[in-house]
């Protein structure tokens, strides 16, 4: 009965064999295609700063299967070993029971037949026992590698590390450097604005019709244009003379570092016009300023310091719709300011 029970459970281990080599081939194609996934991701974890994190859990992930795997595969080896170990003792039993059975000739047969083919199933499982040894060491040799490429990937990540740390650093240093310049030259160019503002006052101290609102020297648009045109009139003509004076000593007296502009802006009242020159009050604002920015030019303004804006009806200085109040949001604009 010992004998039948051990044939059935050898025979059983024939079938669980070939499909365990299944598993582990299937396993050792999923191990290549995760290998794969890993290069991939190590690339683009190379390039790609914000995923090195993502890149590092995937792989710990991957190493944590592999190890996984590497312990199944032991735990079937160990199982193998045991199973061995156990037909060696049946094997052993078997030859002392041939030894005590030589004098029955009627039961030598079938004891020679059973001693055979126990001896054929320890050889087979041997041979299993070595494959499955084998492939361990394989799995071993692909997680070592694996493991390197892990570490190499870990310090190339570190590298960066350090290396992104110090362009933050010299990042930081560079903003710091500018904001200094800039903040050096706005308050230069502030001197320089006080200085511009005074000379304009000196030269335009007689006119009631110019005023000086915040930053800004502001001409009400009569002063300077025809209603509804965007051509100087004469008296126009000559205050744009007077401010291009200023504004040629100006440049004269301004460092060639500081790079500064006189900004001219164009605005009109709320009414709206309609004409075939100027469909808006966008197209008469913006007109107007362009007419003075032309004109400083053909009298000597550079047209690099020189900028043209309209802003329409849409900034009045004052809120109402009294004549007083429609005649001073219709105005010229200057203001010296830095680029």
């Known amino acids: 009965m010992a004998l039948s029970r051990s044939r059935r459970s050898g025979g059983g281990h024939d079938l ?11 396993l050792l194609m999923t191990f290549v295609f995760l290998l794969s996934v ?14 090195k994190d993502t890149a590092l859990r995937r792989l710990q992930r991957q190493l944590a299967e592999l190890t996984n795997l590497l312990n199944l595969e032991k735990g079937q080896g160990k199982k193998s070993q045991d199973e061995l170990v156990s037909l060696q003792s049946m094997l052993a039993t078997l030859k002392a029971d041939n030894e005590r059975l030589t004098g029955q000739v009627g039961l030598g047969g079938e004891k020679d037949a059973r001693i055979s083919a126990l001896t054929k199933d320890l050889a087979d499982k041997s041979l299993l026992t070595n494959e499955a040894q084998a492939k361990v060491d394989l799995l071993n040799q692909q997680l070592l590698q694996l493991r390197r490429q892990m570490a190499a990937l870990q310090e190339a990540i570190n590298a960066y590390d350090v290396k992104d740390k110090d362009s933050q650093l010299r990042i930081a240093d560079l903003g710091a ?3 200094t310049l800039l903040a050096k030259q706005v308050q230069e160019l502030q001197r320089y604005r006080s200085d511009f503002f005074g000379r ?26 025809p209603s509804g045109q965007a051509s100087l009139t004469v008296e126009g003509l000559a205050s744009i ?28 009242d709320v009414r709206p016009i309609s004409s075939p020159l100027f469909p808006s009050n966008w197209e008469l604002s913006s007109a107007r300023a362009t007419t003075v920015v032309k004109y400083l030019i053909s ?5 690099r310091r020189l900028v043209a804006a309209g802003y329409g009806e849409f900034q009045p200085l004052e809120d109402g719709l009294t004549e007083d109040v429609l005649r001073r949001n219709r105005r010229i ?7």
Request: hydrophobic residues 40%.
């Open 177 to 179: 450097r500018l904001n």
């Open 38 to 51: 890993f290069m991939v991701a190590q690339f683009y974890v190379s390039q790609e700063s914000s995923g």
């Open 333 to 339: 604009e200057l203001k010296l300011t830095n680029r």
């Open 16 to 26: 669980f064999w070939p499909g365990y080599v299944d598993v582990l081939s299937t």
């Open 241 to 268: 003379d007077q401010l291009a004076t200023a504004i040629t000593e100006l440049e004269r007296s301004i460092p060639p570092g500081i790079d500064w502009a006189l900004q001219v802006d164009g605005h009109t």
């Open 299 to 303: 009298r000597g303004v550079s047209p």
């Open 200 to 225: 304009l006052r000196e030269l335009l101290r007689d006119r009631k019709d110019i005023r000086v609102v915040g930053d800004r020297f502001v001409f009400e648009s009569e002063v300077l244009f």
